[in-house]
């Protein structure tokens, strides 16, 4: 059975900082590119960064200098770190693992809180 649990968001002032973290169990997650997504309010859920099996990273473009995604192959867990927050960040983060077929988490809000 796999499982991506996401945890670590919250509420945030403009220019805060939250990690969020997600544990996966069920797959081996080495062989995994593993993702953040995000749906805000009225939108559709998009991409925000990933990170390879070899560790290459990619990132939108709204939250590129701000964002980092990194993973670590021991603790089948996967973090987004991120910084200097702007209100248009709120939204409901998921976890991602990818190989031939995708899975997610259940999500995880961050909102602004100003």
């Known amino acids: 059975q796999v499982q991506l649990v996401e945890s670590g968001g919250g509420l945030v002032q403009p220019g805060g900082s939250l990690r969020l973290s997600c544990a996966a169990s069920g797959i081996s997650f080495n062989l995994y590119t593993m993702g953040w997504y995000r749906r805000a309010p009225g939108k559709q859920r998009e991409l925000v960064a990933r990170v390879t099996t070899g560790g290459s990273t990619n990132y939108a473009e709204p939250v590129k200098g701000r964002f980092t995604i990194s993973r670590d192959n021991i603790k089948n867990t996967v973090y987004l770190q991120m910084n200097s927050l702007k209100p248009e960040d709120t939204a409901v983060y998921y976890c991602?693992?990818?190989?031939?077929?995708?899975?997610w988490g259940q999500g995880t809000q961050v909102t602004d809180s100003s």
């Open positions: 991602n693992a990818d190989r031939f077929v995708m899975y």
